[in-house]
Structure formats: C-alpha cells, structure tokens
C-alpha cells in the first residue's frame, strides 16, 4: 500500500491549509489513518488519528484548530488547519494500518508535505 501526501505549502501565521494523503494499492480497509509531523531537529509526533468507526483523537498543541477527516470511498486522509502558528512548521507525514485481505495487515508511511508557518 502506498501513501501520496499533498497540499503542504508556504503560509502566513493565522492563515489555513488542507494537506491530503491518497492511499492506493491493495486495500481491504484501513483501520487507523493518521498525520505525523516532524521538526527540524525533533522527533516526529502524532498530530491527529481517525478511526474506522470515525472516532478522532488530536494532540493537544492542535485541539481546536486542526481537524481530520477521512474519505472512506477514495481511500484519502485529510487535515484542515486553522490559525497556523509558526510552530507547527514540520513535514507532516501520513500513517495508514489497515488490511490488504482478510488475512494480511499493513502499515505504510507517506513520503511527507513541508508546512511552513511565516510569522
């Protein structure tokens, strides 16, 4: 299974952005889809999960600006970010768990999509 991130890009402080990750190859479901990030010099860290059954789950330095959502038909993950801060400028990269079949699981990373946050 492979992941395409897209969507990062240059943005002023308080402005938006609506990075997306295509999954494609053999997929039965994806169980867990996320977004990680990582700063230069820092470790990479989860920023929003969503579920099969659509339950979410956010970092608190991201609770009430991020929001994640997932299409279940095209097999793509989104993240609308709101108020951009100079810190959230990482590469934010994409996670997927899921099957290929019944009997076979995966787990994939996306390349990544470089956020940056002028202040």
């Known amino acids: 299974v492979q992941l395409q991130a897209s969507g990062g890009g240059l943005v002023q402080a308080a402005g938006s952005l609506r990075p997306s990750c295509a999954a494609s190859?053999?997929?039965?479901?994806?169980?867990?889809f996320s977004w990680y990030r990582q700063a230069p010099g820092k470790q990479r860290d989860l920023v929003a999960t969503i579920t099969t059954p659509g339950s979410t789950n956010y970092a608190d330095s991201v609770k009430g600006r991020f929001t994640i959502s997932r299409d279940n038909a095209k097999n793509t993950l989104f993240l609308q970010m709101n108020n951009l801060k100079p810190e959230d400028t990482a590469v934010y990269y994409c996670?997927?768990?899921?099957?290929?079949?019944?009997?076979?699981?995966?787990?994939?990373w996306g390349q990544g999509t470089l956020v940056t946050v002028s202040s």
């Open positions: 996670y997927a768990g899921g099957r290929t079949n019944l009997y076979r699981a995966f787990r994939s």
């Open positions: 190859g053999s997929i039965f479901n994806i169980n867990v």
